[in-house]
């Protein structure tokens, strides 16, 4: 963990050193002066709160399943209409028949 406030010298963190650690704080959890620092400063405690909630509600989305075949072929199809991509190369079978 990197050295802050008193380590460095100084009487208390300051917003930005907490701001910087945050993601070690995340991961492995403060130290007493981040701890310090998160029950006397409205700032930082609003900005973890925020971030706590933001991880609770991400585990709430559903994971999106892709789109059927029908849903690419008709973006494809509207894309080589309007002359943005270059049409596709029909697949034709052993015998010449398009598959």
Not at 44 to 67: G, S, T, W
Not at 68 to 86: F, H, N, P, T
Not at 90 to 95: A, P, V
């Amino acid at each position: 963990m990197r050295p802050t406030g008193a380590a460095l010298g100084r009487e208390k963190m300051n917003c930005a050193e907490f701001q910087r650690d945050l993601p070690f704080i995340i991961d492995e959890g403060g130290n007493a002066e981040q701890e310090q620092h998160l029950k006397e400063c409205k700032v930082c405690a609003d900005l973890v709160n925020d971030l706590r909630f933001i991880a609770e509600q991400a585990k709430l989305l559903v994971p999106m399943k892709d789109p059927s075949a029908k849903v690419w072929d008709g973006i494809q199809d509207s894309l080589e209409r309007e002359g943005l991509v270059k049409p596709r190369q029909s697949k034709r079978g052993l015998l010449g028949f398009q598959s």
